[in-house]
């Protein structure tokens, strides 16, 4: 079992920042395949914001690209999501997640390929 805890979210206006964390068990954000996703209430499942695989190479959705941006720091066994210029459309609950694949070669934006959650946080933006 793999144990992913995330934190920053919260309320800002359009056009403000966040950096979304996501503390993971040791040797989880660098032995595994690691990603973000977010998802409102009617959506039919979760969309994939950003993600990482174990060499470092990132995915990141179009519709956040240029805005959002996913690291990783190795040392804090911390993944993060830091998030600029934000709109009132990424309002929703996003949440870390982590593949069963150690390592892993990619990490698309597929919510199937991961197999570990977080309990989400809320990003609220008023317009």
């Known amino acids: 079992q793999v144990r992913l805890v995330e934190s920053g979210g919260g309320s800002v206006e359009t056009g403000g920042s966040l950096r979304l964390s996501c503390a993971a068990d040791r040797n989880t954000i660098n032995r595994r395949g690691m990603g973000w996703f977010r998802q409102t209430p009617g959506m039919g499942g979760r969309e994939g914001v950003a993600?990482?695989?174990?060499?470092?190479?990132?995915n990141v959705a179009e519709s956040v690209k240029d805005r959002f941006t996913i690291s990783r720091d190795n040392a804090e066994n911390t993944l993060y999501l830091q998030m600029n210029n934000l709109k009132p459309g990424d309002t929703a609950i996003y949440y870390c997640?982590?593949?069963?694949?150690?390592?892993?070669?990619?990490?698309?934006?597929?919510?199937?390929?991961?197999?570990?959650w977080g309990q989400g946080t809320q990003v609220t933006v008023s317009s």
């Open positions: 997640a982590a593949s069963s694949a150690s390592p892993a070669l990619s990490a698309p934006l597929l919510s199937d390929y991961f197999r570990y």
């Open positions: 993600s990482m695989d174990t060499s470092g190479r990132t």
